[in-house]
């Protein structure tokens, strides 16, 4: 076997495990319904959307911001 048929199954692996951590979260329990940041309700139309919401729309946009920060200008 060459390097080249072992990196595909490495990539295989880990395409294998890294679906698997996709469908166990998606799978995973219901949202409490109260924002892990800020503590606020989460909005009934978030929820239904996406019933495993951790954070109101406000904190995750704010989350978000700051993870595009970070991508952009890296960690401080």
């Known amino acids: 076997m060459d390097d080249i048929d072992c990196a595909a199954e490495r990539i295989d692996a880990f395409n294998k495990v ?3 951590m996709v469908l166990s979260r998606s799978l995973g329990p219901a ?3 109260v924002c ?3 503590g606020a309700l989460i909005e009934a139309e978030r929820l239904r959307a996406n ?3 951790r954070h ?3 904190c995750a946009e704010d989350l978000e ?3 595009r920060r970070k ?3 890296g960690p401080r």
């Open 18 to 20: 890294a679906l698997q």
């Open 31 to 33: 949202s409490s319904g």
């Open 36 to 38: 892990k940041a800020c």
């Open 51 to 53: 019933p495993n919401a």
């Open 56 to 58: 109101c729309t406000e």
């Open 65 to 67: 911001a700051e993870s």
């Open 71 to 73: 991508n952009r200008c």
